[in-house]
């Protein structure tokens, strides 16, 4: 009777093993991005390794696509012209298909502002930390959402930004 137990807890935790280490990944998504009452969206992507099932390294880009426009005395209209940023990332295998993640790194993000013809950009860079959730339908293809904070060194503005994107492992 101890070893049909055995032989059940073995099943089940091979049904559960997490995802095999050693594999590429790349998504591609839509981001919004709040920074202090301004809001605007970007379309970005990631491509990552994961060295482990449980750690792994991503690279992120994204371009602005939706702009805002605030005033501060005049009508100044803010877009996103990019953020790129590099991460650690840790995996919780929650089941073969579920992973809940953590990640931190650091990024550079360039914003543009334009007024009555002028316009002018600037570029911040910080640390980032955000989580989230991946949930694959397939055995490569899922759908991944998550929360990240952009801070950005020395000037106290700061970015909450959420994405939903396509997952791939290759």
Known sequence: MKSLHLAAALAVLAA???????????NAGYT??????????????????RITPYVGVEAEAAFGVADD???VGV????KLD???????VGFWPVSP??????????????????????SGDGDQNGWNAGAGAQYFL???????GEYTKWGFDGNGVEANTWSVSYVRKF
């Open 16 to 26: 559960a093993a997490p995802a095999a280490a050693g594999e590429f990944y790349g």
């Open 75 to 78: 009508p100044v209209k803010v």
């Open 32 to 49: 919004f991005v709040d920074t202090q009452g301004v809001n605007l969206g970007a379309l970005g992507g990631k491509l990552g390794y």
């Open 97 to 118: 298909k579920l992973d809940l993640f953590a990640r931190v790194g650091y990024g550079d993000t360039r914003i543009k502002a334009s007024a009555f013809g002028f």
């Open 138 to 144: 397939t055995a490569k293809d899922g759908v991944r």
């Open 69 to 71: 426009t605030v005033n």
């Open 82 to 88: 990019s953020a790129l940023a590099g991460f650690a």
